[in-house]
């Protein structure tokens, strides 16, 4: 059981203070005081914060993120930074050592290529007749494209068969909520800006768990920006997209959930007059609830052999990945969703 | 690896005679506040690790007068929602959820 939480805010009328060294939020006309030593990270949404309020985070070890309703990361700052510079020195010199990048880009396509699989299988059995033969033979596709790394040599080559078997996937997602209706239309991945609900959905998402994935990796030590798999560019967090990976599958799951159970219907999106399409603030309260509730789901870690909650899996794995930088682990385990 | 999590209730009788009495009520009620949620008048539900509750203790230590002040910080066998009966009126948030504003 985590012992702090994550304070959302969302009303951009909304104001975060200090009041007697202690966090409060005055919204809505209402003033609610939020333990400071209970709080995990700030995700604003909208509103404001006092510079004192940001001082008292700061020194409190509590992370500050801001993510536009797009789904773009504003920033992160603040929270634990851990570590020693040996493994910052460690983690420098694999990324820019080709052969040893690969490697570990490697491992993360064919966790993710995997964690895919095994959920276009899903949706196979749960389907009949032709579109149950086509998803198999997606499935034998991706087998295929895991099987076929080991023999990469190069990162474009990989980065090909991550973005290869990604775009497969996202097709039988597709076909997957076909029978949602409009909400469920996805004929492909669009961001920046999501082009409909399901991208709108997903990439809402995604930023939440880019935010914790920061936080696990600059708390254990290792440089978010410093990755292996994510070509390294000035101010892109690569480390801590490549650690993303490994999430998107069940992150996805949930989106599907959400969608199949109609607890984020047609109406929870706006559109924009560019075509962007958005969570619409209404929403967010459902969306942020459910994704807080699925933290809390265990999962099974076949390649550390214990289940673990979905909030901890961030941590384990940034620390996992240390110690293979480190030299205390011959691999990187990466997490595969069943 | 992750500490693991206490829940905990924090309740407290300060006497109120003097202007410091009050003061000290306000300080004990201010430092619980920092670390769990006021459920009743001086009643703090709290879910701690066990080093958060090491410092909880000492900041309690740290305003009240130990010869008049009495805080009592009971530690409950696991979540507190499996151990807790609400009849009336119920808290807005239950521990370990998210704060939505």
Known sequence: MRHKS?????????????????LQVRAEGRTTKIPVHGVESIILLGGQMTIESIDLCVRSGIRVAGIRRSGRLRFVVGGPIGGNVLLRVAQVTAAIDEERAADIARV??????????????????DASGMQRQ????????????????????SGDRIRGIEGDGTRRYFRALGGSLAGLGPVGAFPVRTRRPPRDPVNALLSFLYALALVEVIGAAEAVGLDPQVGFLHRLRPGRPSLALDLLEELRPATDRLAVRLLRRRQIRIEHFTRTRSGACYLAESARGVVLSAYEAHKDETLGH????????????????????????RGDLAHYPPFVLR | MTPTAIDLLVTYDIRTLTVADDRRLKRVAATCERYGQRVQYSVFECRLSEVGLVRLEADLLRV????IDSVNIYRLAGPVRQHKISLGRTTVRALGEPWIL
């Open chain 1, 302 to 325: 076949p390649l550390v052999g214990r289940s673990v909650e979905r909030w901890s899996l961030p941590t384990l794995q940034a620390t996992l990945l240390a110690r293979h930088l």
């Open chain 1, 134 to 153: 086509v998803l198999r033979a997606e499935a034998d596709v991706l087998a295929e494209r895991i099987r076929s790394l080991p023999g990469t040599a």
């Open chain 2, 64 to 67: 009240i007068d130990a010869s």
């Open chain 1, 6 to 22: 994550v304070l959302y805010v969302s009303d951009y009328k909304a104001r975060i203070g200090v009041g007697k060294g202690n």
């Open chain 1, 108 to 125: 993360i396509v064919a966790a993710k290529l995997s964690s895919y699989r095994i959920q276009v299988l899903r949706w196979a059995s």
